[in-house]
T-cell receptor, first 112, second 114 residues
């Protein structure tokens, strides 16, 4: 089954404790992206990647890192999480062009 | 720059009522336009899209027409069902950084009651 898999689904952590949210897709997509969803703000893009070893900042990259060492994986790293990063995070992937984005089921992160 | 303005919700309708969710956009050039739907506990799914002016996207009884003159892409359905209850997002593609990069509106929550 074609899918984007995020882990974990839920995560509660404390300020400053490094964490990684994993994202993997099995559709051989070149493009991958991370969004955060907050009430009243919709989805905002954090980082995206057009292909392996190619990553770029989105609209809200501060406090986040990503890497794209393999085509299928695109982890999101929070080196020192803060409470304002409490949010619902989505990973997405796509073929080039206007192909639809395929989304994971989300990771709800709470930073206390 | 790019932006999407969506009708604020929440919207509550009775089953079989007519649905309109307004969406207007600001963009450089002529982007592709999308509607995505998010069911509870899930990620977003593409509902429909239109890639050029006057195109009409349609799927599952939903329709939206790309109106360049009014920079709009309003979502409509003639008769909603309880199963249509979800959050709907309007989005446009960013022609500068790549068509895959989407700008999303804030989302409109629709609840359909029997």
């Amino acid at each position: 089954e074609a899918q984007v898999t995020q882990n974990p689904r839920y995560l509660i952590t404390v300020t400053g404790k490094k964490l990684t949210v994993t994202c993997s897709q099995n559709m051989n997509h070149e493009y991958m992206s991370w969004y955060r969803q907050d009430p009243g703000l919709g989805l905002r893009q954090i980082y995206y990647s057009m292909n392996v070893e190619v990553t770029d900042k989105g609209d809200v990259p501060e406090g986040y890192k990503v890497s794209r060492k393999e085509k299928r994986n695109f982890p999101l790293i929070l080196e020192s999480p803060s409470p304002n990063q409490t949010s619902l995070y989505f990973c997405a992937s796509s073929s080039p062009g206007t192909s639809p984005l395929h989304f994971g089921n989300g990771t709800r992160l709470t930073v206390t | 720059g790019n932006s999407v303005t969506q009708m604020e919700g929440p919207v509550t309708l009775s089953e079989e009522a007519f649905l309109t969710i307004n969406c207007t956009y600001t963009a450089t050039g002529y982007p592709s336009l999308f509607w995505y739907v998010q069911y509870p506990g899930e990620g977003l799914q593409l509902l429909l899209k239109a890639t050029k002016a006057d195109d009409k996207g349609s799927n599952k009884g939903f329709e939206a027409t790309y109106r360049k003159e009014t920079t709009s892409f309003h979502l409509e359905k003639g008769s909603v069902q309880v199963s249509d209850s979800a959050v709907y997002f309007c989005a446009l593609s960013d022609l500068l950084t790549g068509a895959n990069n989407l700008f999303f509106g804030t989302g409109t929550r629709l609840t359909v009651i029997p």
